[in-house]
Structures are given as C-alpha cells and as structure tokens.
Antibody
Framework: EVQLVDSGGGLVQPGGSLKLSCAAS????????LHWVRQASGKGLEWIGR??????????AYAASVEGRFTISRDDSKNTAYLQMNSLNDDDTAVYYC????????????WGQGTMVTVSS | VMTQSPVSLPVTPGEPASISCRSS???????????LDWYVQKPGQSPQLLIY???NRASGVPDRFSGSGSGTDFTLKISRVEAEDVGIYYC?????????FGQGTKVEIK
C-alpha cells in the first residue's frame, strides 16, 4: 500500500523544539520530493516547506513564516523525511502533514494522516 | 493566489454541484500537465485527494466527481450530490515550489 505516516507530534512549550517524522512505504521514496503542510484548527491549509531529491541536491525551500526556525531533512535509506521545528510559538499549533510529490510526473500527490503539534505553556 | 468560489455551497441530494478555482498564474507545465489538485476534508480527517492534474480521478473516487479546466480556470463538478459528500473542498496548485490552496468551499446538505 502506498502511504505516508506522520508521527512525532505532541505538546511543547513556547520556545521549545520538536521533530516530526514522515515514514513512507509502497513507492520509491528517493524519487519523491517531500512537502510539509500544516493546518491550524478551523483554518485553511498552509504550505511550510519541501525537500527535493538527491539528483536535485536535496534542495530545500520554506515559507516565510517558518524560514530560519524549521528544517526539513530526509534519510532515503530509511524512507523517512523529517521536520525539525525550533523556537516554536503559539502560531505553530496545528496539524502537520507531509505529502509526496514526484516532480515533472503525472503521479498523484500522496498525503500522510497528519500529526498534531500543540505549543502551549 | 488561488481563488475559490463559492465559499459555501448548500446542495440538495441528487442535484449537481460545481466549485470554481482560479489561479493568478497559469498552472500548465511544459510537459502538458496542469498541476491542480482537488481535495475534500471531512471533519477530523486529513485532506483526501479527489482529482489530480486537473482532471484525473484519484484511486477509489466515485465517478460522480469530475475535474476540468486548464491554465488558470478550473472546475470541480459533482454530478449527483450524496449526503456523504459534505465537507470542505480545496483546490491546490502544485505547479510552483510553494504550494498554495484555495480558501475552501464548504459543501453542506440543504
């Protein structure tokens, strides 16, 4: 089965850090760019960043709202992508989703089920 | 910018429904694909892919859902709405690195 499984969410204090994981199965992970999207309660969807593949030098890009605080990485040997989140604040409280995108292809996007991050004291 | 309309769509079961999505820039890639997806999000669930590349139904999606359009203007149609179709529908462009989403259309039963 083609799927992504998000994990690592939880409660963290303002200013704290958290690392999310996105585990892939059922497809060639190393051929896929991985994006992260979040959704605050009752709000719309917000793209926060992505990491490309090895042939594209694992290039990363981030939304302005998280630039300098969040870092996306991947371990193709483990079929897993990561979202390291530092200096968290209340506005970062959201469900975080990873999503697969095979660039320049006709393959559909695949999303994980999401993991909840709550920033609160 | 992705502009979706309407924001709210009350529908009668068995009747058709249509949602529009307009992009401020063309989503047509040089490879001929329009990188425009449609998702539905039901309460407490993650977004579920309905349509990808503007007009391709995702696996398992009923054939009452269809997508059309190219370039900047896209439409999601439900030929005969069923009660289970309630939820928030989003369009999303995956043409540019920074994915952007429509603001969502809430479909509810009259």
């Amino acid at each position: 089965e083609v799927q992504l499984v998000d994990s690592g969410g939880g409660l963290v204090q303002p200013g704290g850090s958290l690392k999310l994981s996105c585990a892939a199965s059922g497809f060639i992970f190393s051929d896929s760019a991985l994006h992260w999207v979040r959704q605050a309660s009752g709000k719309g969807l917000e793209w926060i960043g992505r990491i490309r593949t090895k042939p594209n030098n694992y290039e990363t890009a981030y939304a302005a709202s998280v630039e300098g605080r969040f870092t996306i990485s991947r371990d193709d040997s483990k079929n897993t992508a990561y979202l390291q989140m530092n200096s968290l604040n209340d506005d970062d409280t959201a469900v975080y989703y990873c999503a697969r995108h095979v660039e320049y292809s006709a393959l559909p996007r695949i999303w994980g089920q999401g993991t909840m991050v709550t920033v609160s004291s | 910018v992705m502009t979706q309309s309407p924001v709210s769509l009350p529908v009668t079961p068995g009747e058709p429904a249509s949602i529009s999505c307009r992009s401020s820039q063309s989503l047509l890639s040089r490879n001929g694909y329009n990188y425009l997806d449609w998702y539905v999000q039901k309460p407490g669930q993650s977004p579920q892919l309905l349509i990808y590349l503007a007009s391709n139904r995702a696996s398992g999606v009923p054939d009452r859902f269809s997508g059309s359009g190219s370039g900047t203007d896209f439409t999601l149609k439900i030929s005969r709405v069923e009660a289970e179709d309630v939820g928030i529908y989003y369009c999303m462009q995956a043409y540019r690195t920074l994915w952007t989403f429509g603001q969502g259309t809430k479909v509810e039963i009259k």
